[in-house]
């Protein structure tokens, strides 16, 4: 039986382990022929030596799928280059472009270095565009030769990204850049047949499970019974997303945990009070009081 990305090709980044290993190995089990992207790295970003990707390699191919490894570092701008160059080279063309890398500095804002910032929002932001960027300019070369393009991109956000995190504000911010950036993308890409959307996924990963505390009991696997954050749940909705199926749903931000799927309302126009002219100071404070309880309440800061 087919699968619903049978002969498309993907890239997975940071796929050696958690939620990216997921998913190659979720779009090996329908028929994708997947490249799998990881340089090995802990979760400060430094080098392990250990190569994940290619267990998840052999895993792909054991079960009888196609795949092959890269070890590019997304934000590299090269690097970037050469991971889109990899699956063309490859596989003869590129149809989904999944990005996952990415890594944490947790700390207050109050106490956060220059580097634990651009470290953090180098890997997340600069490596979500410089790939979109290169697999956008390959779509678009092809959209103009008049070769068809039915392509998918599928960014990763977060909630911390959404609504932010106490203790992770380079990280919430890089996320936050992240999804307006998916939605900038969808909006400049649809003419070349390019679709691109975003999941805020929660789920048990080296990641969430080092953040302690409530968190990582929150995390913790059930002894019994459906367990809701295996990374594994995440994966159908972005295998899905990178399907020919989903050709219409484009600029979305999908949050997804367990059996859930919610689809994220973001900055809208809320309530207005235009006087026709400029405002005194003076007469701010009752208006902003009135606008604010007419507005929805904001949701609340993870761990605030």
Do not use: C
Request: glycine share 14%; proline share 4%; hydrophobic share 45%.
């Amino acid at each position: 039986m087919s699968g619903v990305v049978d002969g498309r090709v993907v890239i997975v980044t940071g796929a050696g382990r958690g939620i990216g290993r997921a998913h190659a190995l979720a779009f090996a089990a329908e028929g994708a022929k997947v490249v799998v992207n990881d340089i090995g790295a802990g979760l400060d970003g430094s080098a392990t030596g250990e190569s994940p990707a290619e267990q998840v390699v052999a895993e792909i191919f054991a079960a009888g799928g196609e795949a092959v490894v890269n070890g590019d570092d997304v934000a590299d701008w090269a690097g970037a280059e050469n991971l889109i160059r990899t699956a063309i080279d490859t596989y003869g063309r590129l149809d989904v472009l999944v990005n996952n890398a990415g890594f944490l500095r947790d700390r207050m804002l109050v106490g956060m270095s220059e580097q634990e910032w651009d470290a953090v929002v180098r890997v997340h932001l600069k490596g979500h565009f410089a790939t979109l960027r290169h697999a956008a300019a390959y779509w678009r070369a092809e959209a103009k030769a008049g070769n068809p393009v039915d392509a998918r991109i599928v960014n990763t956000s977060s909630g911390a990204g959404l609504q932010g995190s106490i203790g992770q504000g380079n990280y919430a911010a890089a996320k936050a850049g992240i999804a307006e950036m998916t939605i900038q993308a969808a909006a400049e890409l649809k003419n070349y047949g390019v679709t691109v959307n975003a999941i805020a996924p929660a789920a048990r990963t080296r990641m969430t499970v080092g953040a302690g505390g409530a968190m990582a009991e929150a995390m913790a696997a059930p002894e019994d019974g459906f367990d809701a954050m295996a990374p594994e749940n995440i994966s159908p909705l972005v295998v899905w997303l990178g399907s020919v199926e989903s050709k219409d749903v484009t600029g979305r931000v999908f949050e997804v945990e367990g059996g859930k799927i919610t689809v994220a309302e973001g900055w809208r126009h809320g309530p207005t009070e235009d006087k026709g002219a400029r405002w005194e100071p003076k007469e701010i404070g009752p208006v902003v009081a009135d606008l604010l309880a007419k507005a929805e309440p904001p949701v609340p800061v993870y761990g605030a």
